[in-house]
């Protein structure tokens, strides 16, 4: 099947190289010439694991190309999709012009189509309700192309960093549309995964577009839950994580993102809980609780720092070290990252931040020149009054405890994710703040840190 993609972003990619690995012949296409420059040479523009191989492999075996111009992804083309950006307006509402433009080009080229019909399927995250301005998109640009170009909507459910994996072995495939000729097309795409068993759900287009931000804000909804419970936990002497895993051990519940930390990032999560209450308020319902996510999403980090102060009394002259920059493991993606968020408040109250990420310093450096960097974690935590565990890498969870406390200028650790264990750290000596479990590490006092450092040195 000929597919055109439109949007060369962390959806359009991999939804390239994914169907392209599902054997169809795809052309990927994007405004910037640059990218698409490189894209050509197997030069994939984010890290995301077994991304560049499927891009190199696809280039290389002739499925899979790359173009400036629509009408290369129209052209012969069955299934276009849309997976151009729709990033936040200042209200909070979803800015869908790109989708517009797109929707209106494909218009003009749709006669070009194979045989003359195609379905262009929206995949980017929109509103529900963005179908039905597509398809008047499209009569308006060209009067045939109504006739012509089904509408449906396949929400994408992939997560960074395991994004490949996600879109090859889907949970569940969500397909809304409204012809059979749409239903029956895309059914053919997916065939290879229909085939091996993934589930799949055909809908109308407004639930299926609905359904993804549904989602969306129920998860952001249990991590803002998770961390709420944080905050009582820290003042009741109870531990979250194992209050997550009792709760967790209910399948009517679920242990998956119920883990308390600095809070939820990304460029999916934030903006798509404000587009979703922006939708609800133009449908005339006001939906508070998505707000309450939003806000006890912001207290999480404000805990955070706050447990910095309290660990290092006042933060001028301090030198902060921040570990994990990327808003989750796995990615070089810093949009709206806790981290950044982080450094930058803490460089407004005049400390000095050095931060040390496995793939992100790039991009981090350029969302906050403030920050400077570090080769390795130890170097990061050199002559540190503070190490704050952001992100939690896997790497990090085998770093030298001793061998951190000895580079510190201070012993103090606030761990933003829980990765380390409190004992553990209580007995390499550190004064150590985590989220939402009891003291370990705080019950020590520093007279006693000084008795452990004085005995390490002498033997
Ligand atoms: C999210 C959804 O999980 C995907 O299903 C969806 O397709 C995607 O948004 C999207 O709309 O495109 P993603 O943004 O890649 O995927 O990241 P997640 O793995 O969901 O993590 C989001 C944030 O929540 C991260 O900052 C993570 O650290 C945080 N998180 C997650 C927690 O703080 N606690 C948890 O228990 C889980």
């Not at 949007?7 to 190289?17: E, Y």
């Not at 151009?84 to 003009?108: C, D, I, K, Q």
């Not at 460089?347 to 920050?371: F, S």
């Not at 170097?379 to 000895?406: I, K």
């Amino acid at each position: 099947m000929k597919i055109g993609v439109i949007g060369t972003g962390h959806v359009g990619l991999v939804a390239c190289v994914t169907y392209a690995e599902m054997g169809h012949q795809v052309v990927g296409v994007d405004v910037d010439e640059e990218r698409v420059d490189q894209l050509g040479r197997g030069i994939a523009p984010f890290f995301e694991p077994g991304l560049v191989e499927l891009l190199q492999r696809h280039l290389a075996g002739g499925s899979l190309s790359f173009s400036t111009a629509i009408a290369d992804a129209v052209r012969g083309a069955e299934v276009v999709f849309i997976c151009v950006g729709t990033p936040s307006r200042a209200t909070g509402e979803a800015n869908l012009l790109a989708v517009e433009r797109v929707a209106r080009e494909v218009a003009v080229h749709s006669d070009q189509a194979a045989g003359g019909r195609l379905v262009l399927v929206q995949k980017s995250t929109v509103p529900a309700g963005t179908a039905t301005r597509v398809r008047r998109a499209l009569r308006m640009a060209n009067r045939d192309a109504g006739a012509r170009v089904s509408v449906a909507s396949n929400p994408e459910f992939l997560r960074e960093g395991q994004a490949i994996r996600d879109s090859l072995e889907p949970d569940r495939i969500l397909v809304g549309a409204d012809s059979v000729y749409a239903f029956e097309a895309m059914r053919r795409l997916y065939k290879s995964l229909i085939d091996n068993g993934t589930e799949y759900i055909e809908t109308d287009v407004p639930t299926a577009e609905l359904a993804k931000h549904a989602s969306n804000a129920f998860l952001a909804l249990k991590i803002s839950y998770a961390n709420a419970l944080a905050r009582l936990c820290e003042r009741s002497g109870a531990d979250v994580t194992r209050v997550a895993d009792i709760m967790g051990s209910d399948p009517r519940i679920g242990r998956a993102f119920l883990d308390a930390g600095m809070g939820y990032g990304g460029f999916c999560f934030p903006k798509d809980l404000q587009a979703f209450e922006h939708l609800s308020d133009s449908l005339g319902y006001d939906f508070p609780l998505l707000r309450e996510v939003a806000r006890l999403n912001n207290e999480a980090l404000v805990a955070t720092l706050t447990k910095i102060k309290e660990g290092v009394w006042n933060l001028e002259d301090k030198r902060v070290a921040l570990l994990g920059l990327s808003f989750k493991p796995g990615t070089d993606d810093v949009r709206f990252a806790p981290a950044l968020e982080l450094a930058q408040r803490l460089l407004d109250e005049g400390a000095t931040v050095v931060g040390y990420d496995p793939q992100a310093m790039t991009n981090a450096k350029q969302e906050v020149p403030g920050l400077e960097l570090a080769a390795d974690p130890y170097e990061a935590a050199s002559g540190a009054h503070c190490l704050v565990l952001c992100t939690q890498w896997p790497e990090f969870r085998d770093l030298d405890l001793h061998h951190l406390r000895r580079v510190m200028t201070d012993p103090l650790v606030v761990d933003g994710r829980n990765l380390f264990d409190a004992r553990q750290m209580a007995a390499a000596g550190f004064l150590y703040f985590s989220v939402g479990r009891p003291p370990g590490g705080l019950e020590i006092d520093l007279r006693d840190v000084g008795e452990t450092q004085q005995a390490d040195a002498s033997s």
